[in-house]
């Protein structure tokens, strides 16, 4: 069974930044995929970003216009997502996944995703 813990939300003002963590109980292999994802209550849980432990990302540059930097320490098996300029409507959970199959152009659908872990709430206010 694979855990990811989820950590670094908080509550911040607009313009500000965190650097939120996703660390994963198991090594990430090389054919595996973890992405972060981001639920706002009310709306479908949205795909933001994924890395493959290559090193190659993808990002949904509508959703994050270029705010967001997904990257990752496979010595820590730890994948972050580091945000700056936060904005209100960025405030939500924040969850990262993983499935064991490499990101493709699924890479934002939450289906797609096998593991999850439990969220970190980033709250944004201006």
């Known amino acids: 069974q694979v855990e990811l813990v989820e950590s670094g939300g908080g509550s911040v003002k607009t313009g500000g930044s965190l650097s939120l963590s996703c660390v994963v109980s198991?090594?990430?292999?090389?054919?595996?995929?973890v992405g972060w994802f981001r639920q706002v209550p009310g709306k479908e849980r949205e795909g933001l970003a994924a890395?493959?432990?290559?090193?190659?990302?993808?990002y949904n540059i509508e959703r994050l216009k270029g705010r967001f930097t997904i990257d990752q320490d496979n010595a820590k098996n730890t994948v972050f997502l580091n945000v700056i300029s936060l904005k209100p409507e960025d405030t939500g959970m924040y969850y990262c996944?993983?499935?064991?199959?490499?990101?493709?152009?699924?890479?934002?659908?939450?289906?797609?995703?096998?593991?999850w872990g439990h969220g970190t709430q980033v709250t944004v206010s201006s």
């Open positions: 890395i493959g432990k290559r090193g190659y990302a993808s």
């Open positions: 996944a993983l499935r064991r199959r490499s990101c493709g152009l699924d890479y934002d659908v939450p289906r797609e995703f096998t593991y």
């Open positions: 198991t090594n990430i292999d090389v054919n595996d995929c």
